[in-house]
């Protein structure tokens, strides 16, 4: 399954809202569909699993929705430790992909 | 507290071989699945490899399928990449990551619990 994001690059400012896509090749399995953050220098950490469920530590502004083969993650109202680079994952098959990445910036 | 702390990355020249490892803490290693995800420089995560809890359960991507071998030794709390053949295109950061309780059936390689990661660079 090959997972496209959009956009590439997305320059708000904090305090805005940001919507993040991701639209796979064919349907997910169950919604098996992760978003993470990674920050430079870092590992990638997990942010939301099932499409819509936060993982432990996650504010409540980081929202993730959508079935099938499109999903969204969205951020309500950005902090500036919210810019970073974010990437989508399929884990329902046995060659789990992840997206090629969104880098949220400071506009 | 959950860690995961790579090792065994380095410079190794191409079709040269290595052995990275992975020393898990806290957490009853033995019941969770464990991944590899490695990251070019630069570029994005690419999925690498998984096994299954009691080991019985491997899989690979296509790019190392035949080359990389996933293994763990639970009485050592450590999981291994056993990497050959190398090429050009291999260097990157690998990390470890460890798959959270509740992903089961169907479910391959989501991460809650990430390394800090080890440098393989390929070249001459």
């Known amino acids: 399954i090959v997972l496209t994001q959009s956009p590439g690059t997305l320059s708000l400012s904090p305090g805005e809202r940001a919507t993040l896509s991701c639209r796979a090749s064919q349907s997910v399995s169950s919604s098996y569909l992760a978003w993470y953050q990674q920050k430079p220098g870092q590992a990638p950490r997990l942010f939301i699993h099932g499409a819509s469920s936060r993982a432990t530590g996650i504010p409540d502004r980081f929202s993730g929705s959508g079935s099938g083969t499109d999903f969204t993650l969205t951020i309500s109202t950005l902090e500036p430790e919210d810019f970073a680079v974010y990437y989508c994952?399929?884990?329902?098959?046995?060659?789990?992909?992840f997206g090629q990445g969104t880098k949220l910036e400071i506009k | 507290e959950v860690q995961l702390v790579e090792s065994g990355g380095g410079l190794v020249q191409p079709g040269g071989s290595l052995r990275l490892s992975c020393a898990a803490s806290g957490f009853a290693f033995d019941t969770f699945a464990m991944s590899w995800v490695r990251q070019a420089p630069g570029r994005g995560l690419e999925w690498v490899s998984v096994i299954s809890g009691s080991g019985d359960s491997t899989y690979y991507a296509d790019s190392v399928k035949g080359r990389f071998t996933i293994s763990r030794d639970s009485s050592k709390n450590t999981l291994y990449l056993q990497v050959t053949s190398l090429r050009a295109e291999d260097t990157a950061v690998y990390y470890c990551?460890?798959?959270?309780?509740?992903?089961?059936?169907?479910?391959?390689?989501?991460?809650?619990?990430w390394g800090q990661g080890t440098l393989v660079t390929v070249s001459s």
């Open positions: 990551a460890r798959e959270p309780a509740y992903c089961g059936r169907g479910c391959y390689s989501l991460s809650d619990y």
């Open positions: 994952q399929q884990y329902g098959t046995s060659r789990p992909t």
